[in-house]
């Protein structure tokens, strides 16, 4: 079968793909069609936490589909209520509620600040977010989302939404109106371009919600769940936020999405908010699973480690390509910068040999392997690299 054709002819054309074909994945590797194995530090865009097929995720996904997969949440059912469990005790939110995706989760957020905008700020409803975020793809979060490629061809935006530049908390403060409930913020943008803010922008941000009794929302779908090196990475700047959206990450590959909040934050009545598959039995079930190997084998901290050790290696390769502009990255939320859009290129040689790497922009590269990611995987994908990029460049 030539997959590549047919999903050309049956596919809608809205995804640039690299050509490969995948059918199976164990651990850090990924295996195509034709048998050819690929070690993987995409991680199906920083999702499949605890690599490919783990077993205690298989085990968890097996049990429960024996189980029971789905009920609705017209009844009680104890995964969801787990999960719930392990999410308040290890954050420092009080409540949950669970949805499907990242970008639900994060609309999640930004509807519990539309009801903060009512009930406490005479019907407030703007929410300021920045330039080059990423909220994901419903309508209402591309219009947060602060990246005109995305908005353009579904203009007219729906309204409520500011975009100031990121790292600017003056922009944020000279966005505030009468009708802001909100500011919402990645505290590293990863579509955006592995961007890291100064340490103290998300202070800031809190102190100005404080003084203004505006919600601090936080994206963390990409930077959560211990990718960043801690658990969440707002953990690192010393604030707690009114709400987070998690999701990627949180159920190693089955889809999932979580909004936290504090019980301040939590102000949905009954009937607001709902969602028929949102903690799902199944779902919930592999997250329990995920998040309870991540905090019992601390890969927050290992994620913090090996990801201190990989940009150690691109930093050398920095020195050895001047096509390299910028290396950088906390935990294993990496990116390497080129002077020219060769990040292609780059991706295409490194998968030749075996190796998948996300070209995320003309002339970025992204690295987001899987938490388990071990020191020989790590100087295997710098060999491959350097490989690549003597290659491209020489
Ligand atoms: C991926 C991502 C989203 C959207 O998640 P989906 O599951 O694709 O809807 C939202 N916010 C951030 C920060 C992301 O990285």
Redesign the pocket.
């Known amino acids: 079968m030539n997959w590549i054709e047919i999903e050309k002819k049956d596919y809608m054309q809205v995804f640039e793909r690299l050509p490969i074909t995948l059918i199976k994945g164990r651990g850090m590797y990924v295996r195509d069609d034709k048998g050819k194995r690929y070690l993987d530090f995409v991680a199906g ?2 999702v499949v936490s605890l690599g490919h097929c783990h077993p205690v995720l298989v085990k968890a996904i097996n049990q429960q589909s024996h189980l029971l997969l789905h009920t609705s949440n017209l009844f009680y059912t104890t995964p969801q209520l787990k999960l719930a469990e392990v999410l308040i005790k290890n954050s420092d939110m009080q409540r949950v509620f669970l949805a499907n ?6 609309e999640g957020v930004v509807k519990l600040a539309r009801r903060w905008g009512h009930l406490k700020l005479n019907g407030a409803y703007e929410v300021i977010s920045a330039n080059n ?5 419903t309508l209402a ?1 591309v219009a947060a989302t602060g990246q005109p490629k995305f908005q353009h061809p579904y203009e007219p935006m729906p309204t409520g939404f500011i975009n100031v530049p990121y790292n600017d908390i003056n922009a944020i403060k000279e966005a505030t109106t009468d009708k802001t409930c909100a500011v919402l913020l ?1 505290p590293i943008q ?2 955006g371009g592995v961007n890291i803010p100064h340490p103290d922008y998300l202070k800031q941000a809190r102190e100005w919600c404080d003084k203004k009794n505006l919600l601090l929302l936080l ?5 959560g769940v211990g990718r960043c090196g801690t658990l969440f990475a707002y953990k690192q700047s010393g604030i707690i936020p009114d709400a987070v ?1 998690l ?2 990450g949180l159920a190693g590959g089955i ?1 999932i ?1 979580a909004v936290l909040a504090t019980e301040k934050a939590s102000v949905f009545a009954k009937g607001e908010h709902g969602t028929t598959f949102g903690g799902n039995a199944l779902s919930c079930a592999a997250s329990c699973a995920v998040l309870n190997y991540i905090i019992k084998n601390d890969l927050p901290s290992h994620s913090s480690n090996i990801g201190d050790l990989m940009i150690d290696g691109l930093k050398k390769l920095q020195m050895e390509f001047p096509c390299i502009t910028d290396v950088r990255g906390k935990g294993l939320l990496m990116a390497m910068q080129f002077e020219q859009d060769i990040a292609k290129d780059v991706a295409l040689a490194c998968l030749d040999m075996g190796l998948l790497v996300n070209n995320l922009k003309p002339n970025l590269l992204r690295f987001i392997p899987p938490l388990i990611v071990q020191p020989k995987d790590i100087d295997k994908a710098l060999s491959i690299l350097q490989k690549a990029l003597r290659k491209v460049t020489g």
């Open positions: 865009i920083a995706s990242g970008a639900e989760a994060v975020s990423f909220h994901g793809r979060m990645e990863g579509e994206d963390e779908v990409q930077t959206a999701a990627k889809p999405g």
